[in-house]
């Protein structure tokens, strides 16, 4: 028994944990009115006092248990154990309880209620049965008021801090999420940028054909044509679509060529303004990085706001270790404007993906006529699919099927709301209503930039 005796018959007015790792229990006596302040920090365990309140997050579904079990009790006594846990002896109505502190826990200290017959009520966290890393000596409580005084100020400063690290770490986290969401985006850019250096070839094919019209027959998949404006003259092979004549053809290649400038273009003046947003995400991480206090911190998070990063917490330990990965029925890559597009991975994934991931306003793709995945374009209500983001994703349909080695393949699409399942029909076997057909030119350099969007 500690002689802290004018804690003693101390009622427990209040309960709160104004962070993830301090717990406080206002104390009052006739003659004595304290906080009590338990830091649960691994880094900064202990016990003190202060003399007000400190202020924080909203009370946890923890706090409000240990509220309903401990208001209004009378502390009968301290105790500690040599295996680094604090006791509190509290007595109530309904019986004597244990406030139990374990700073010997891992991977950081916990703390439970226990009933008379030490049966847990509450508990922060499950008790580990693990005891690798416990602290080989134990944390006594402060033998006097002055002393708990002195602790307690040194872990509200340790506290400050802490919070303000874990601030600052945060919106670290949100600013490199943003930045790398950017450097995809640029990496999208640069690829339709990369498109206009095809426009030349494809206006040469154009001319070619123009020039030959007599000589290719009506049906042709391909033709091979001299070009005499090489130097010296050559055979150009070119593929064909045996649906569609040999003058439409060429004015499609003379429509491409100028879409892909006309893209490259667009592409350009967007990454100006994109590369600028990178440099002030620089800034605010240079910023973030030197600020010391709450208030310079406050002002770093409106401009974060701005820029569109939100703080993110790190994953927890238990879920980065011992979680399973939850398996997701499909491959993830990202298409024009760093959209998302989904592809399914195999016929009963295909069905899980289309059915149960998608919503209606979605849209759906797949290779007409053959096997292949289901694709998916996640869209806004209302929203039309941008037509290179539904050229991205008819390519990765047209990849992931058996029409992958032709030239030039037929994908059909329909808002998911068009798409039924029969009854008893094979896994991936879907009924398409209100279909639209994508006639696809295979486009071998943009499909290889898209597959290397799919996250690791």
């Not at 790792?21 to 009052?28: H, Q």
């Not at 920090?41 to 202020?55: D, E, I, M, N, S």
């Not at 416990?134 to 402060?142: A, D, E, F, G, V």
Request: proline share 6%.
């Amino acid at each position: 028994m500690t002689p802290i005796a004018r804690l003693h018959g101390a009622r427990i007015r209040r309960i709160d944990a104004p962070s993830d790792e301090l717990l406080t229990l206002t104390l009052a006596t006739p003659t004595y009115k304290g906080v009590l302040v338990i830091s649960l920090a691994p880094k900064t365990p202990g016990v003190g006092l202060v003399a007000k309140r400190p202020h924080g997050q909203s009370a946890s579904a923890f706090v409000l248990k240990l509220r309903k079990e401990l208001a209004g009790a009378r502390i009968e006594a301290f105790s500690e154990s040599a295996d680094a846990r604090l006791e509190l002896h509290a007595l109530r109505g309904d019986g004597t309880k244990r406030l139990v502190v374990d700073f010997a826990a891992r991977p950081s200290p916990n703390i439970a209620l226990l009933d008379a017959e030490a049966h847990v009520l509450i508990a922060l966290r499950p008790a580990s049965s693990s005891s690798a890393g416990r602290l080989s000596t134990s944390l006594p409580w402060p033998a006097t008021i002055e002393a708990l005084e002195a602790a307690g100020a040194a872990l509200l400063v340790d506290s400050e801090s802490s919070a303000l690290e874990a601030r600052r770490v945060a919106l670290l986290r949100g600013v490199t999420a943003v930045d790398k969401r950017i450097a995809r985006k640029l990496e999208s850019m640069a690829a339709d940028a990369a498109r206009a250096d095809q426009a030349p070839e494809l206006r040469s094919r154009a001319t070619l054909l123009l020039s030959h019209l007599g000589q290719i027959p009506r049906g042709a998949r391909s033709v091979s044509l001299v070009d005499y404006t090489l130097d010296p003259p050559g055979i150009v092979e070119i593929t064909l679509d045996p649906a569609q004549d040999a003058r439409s053809q060429a004015e499609a290649l003379f429509h491409r060529a100028k879409r892909f400038e006309r893209g490259a273009k667009i592409a350009m003046e967007r990454a100006i303004a994109v590369r600028a947003e990178r440099n002030e995400l620089a800034l605010l991480r240079d910023a973030l990085l030197s600020a010391t206090d709450t208030e310079a911190l406050d002002a770093l998070a409106t401009t974060a706001k701005k820029l569109g990063v939100t703080p993110r917490e790190a994953p927890s330990e238990a879920k980065t270790k011992h979680a399973p990965k939850t398996r997701q029925p499909y491959r993830e890559f990202h298409g024009a404007e760093d959209r998302t597009i989904l592809v399914g991975r195999g016929a009963a994934d295909n069905d899980e993906l289309t059915l149960r991931h998608a919503r209606p306003h979605d849209l759906w793709l797949h290779a007409r006529d053959t096997s292949g995945a289901h694709v998916i374009v996640p869209l806004d209500r209302g929203e039309a699919c941008l037509p290179d983001l539904l050229r991205d994703a008819a390519l990765l349909a047209a990849h992931f099927s058996s029409t992958r080695a032709e030239a030039v393949v037929d994908i059909v699409y329909t808002p998911r709301r068009y798409i039924t399942k029969p009854r008893a029909s094979a896994p991936g076997s879907v009924r398409v209503e209100r279909e639209k057909v994508f006639r696809l030119h295979q486009d071998p350099p943009r499909l290889q930039h898209l597959l290397t969007t799919e996250p690791k």
